[in-house]
């Protein structure tokens, strides 16, 4: 049985930094696709950014690049997103997802391709 475990969330205050964690069980993710996706109270659980498997390519939604950075360890079966320069509007319950294959470009961003989900964590920025 996968299973998706986060860890890492909390209160910061605007300007600070967190550092998520998921960490899989069941089987190994080291060639698959693997995301972060958030959802703030009232939203839509958006994109934030992605490991593309095979070749590490990462991808970033716009509001992630140049702040956030996602990173394996594969020894681990492990992921993280450093967050870094935290604003209030990055609050929200983080999720980590995993996909049964690569991906590429849009197949990253759209959550619909992700196969298996973790409870979340909250990250709450105070500003």
């Known amino acids: 049985q996968v299973q998706l475990v986060e860890s890492g969330g909390g209160l910061v205050q605007a300007g600070g930094s967190l550092r998520l964690s998921c960490a899989a069980s069941?089987?190994?993710?080291?060639?698959?696709?693997m995301g972060w996706f958030r959802q703030a109270p009232g939203k839509d659980r958006e994109f934030v950014a992605a490991s593309a498997g095979s070749g590490s390519s990462a991808y970033y939604a716009d509001s992630a690049k140049g702040r956030f950075t996602i990173s394996r360890d594969i020894a681990k079966n492990t992921m993280y997103l450093q967050m870094n320069s935290l604003k209030p509007e990055d609050m929200a319950v983080y999720y980590c997802a995993a996909q049964n294959s690569g991906c590429s470009d849009y197949g990253c961003y759209d959550r619909s391709n992700y196969d298996y989900w973790g409870q979340g964590t909250q990250v709450t920025v105070s500003s």
């Open positions: 069941g089987r190994t993710f080291s060639n698959y696709a």
